[in-house]
């Protein structure tokens, strides 16, 4: 039996960019938005979020999610309100066109969906989705 490949960190890179690529495409074709801004548009989609909630949510700095929020809101997919407790922050809100990005994107992630169920068969998607929500949940060394 071969050994396991000891270069998974960067297997997993390399996948993850792959992936990341051909989602991009996708959804830029579909919706004229990244599969980074639909992640956003996800999380503001269940409500009563700051800029400082989604940025944690998402994993990313405070500065990286403004300046994603801002060309949402400019491109209409998301508003911002004030917040009702606190004073400089505003509550990120998923408009309309936001709503039917997300519609016109949703048959995209299911066929992506599909199509890495026909690579990697029903157990291994099942355990490929396990494993790397454990890695995405893991605090690193």
Same mark, same amino acid.
Do not use: Y
């Given at each position: 039996?071969?050994? /396991?490949?000891?270069? %998974?960190?960067? %297997? %997993?890179? $390399?996948?993850?960019?792959? +992936?990341? =690529?051909?989602? @991009?495409?996708?959804?830029?074709?579909?919706?004229?938005?990244?599969?980074? $801004?639909?992640?956003?548009?996800?999380? *503001?989609? #269940?409500?009563? +979020?700051?800029?400082?909630?989604?940025? !944690?949510?998402?994993?990313?700095?405070? &500065?990286?999610?403004?300046?994603?929020?801002?060309? +949402?809101? @400019?491109?209409?997919? =998301?508003?911002? &309100?004030?917040?009702?407790?606190?004073?400089?922050? *505003? *509550?990120?809100?998923?408009?309309?066109?936001?709503?039917?990005?997300? @519609?016109?994107?949703? /048959?995209?992630? #299911? #066929?992506?969906?599909?199509?890495?169920?026909?690579?990697?068969?029903?157990?291994?998607?099942?355990?490929? !989705?396990?494993? *790397?929500?454990?890695?995405?949940?893991?605090?690193? /060394?």
């Amino acid at each position: 039996m071969p050994e /396991p490949d000891q270069r %998974l960190f960067f %297997l %997993l890179q $390399q996948a993850a960019h792959r +992936l990341r =690529v051909a989602a @991009d495409r996708r959804c830029l074709a579909a919706a004229g938005i990244t599969t980074a $801004q639909l992640g956003a548009l996800f999380a *503001v989609r #269940e409500g009563g +979020l700051t800029q400082r909630e989604l940025a !944690a949510r998402l994993g990313q700095r405070e &500065s990286a999610v403004t300046a994603m929020v801002t060309r +949402l809101a @400019d491109a209409g997919l =998301v508003g911002r &309100s004030a917040h009702p407790h606190e004073h400089r922050a *505003v *509550v990120l809100e998923l408009t309309a066109a936001g709503e039917e990005a997300l @519609d016109r994107v949703a /048959p995209e992630i #299911e #066929e992506f969906n599909a199509q890495l169920h026909a690579v990697l068969g029903e157990e291994g998607f099942r355990q490929a !989705a396990e494993a *790397v929500g454990k890695l995405a949940a893991w605090p690193g /060394p």
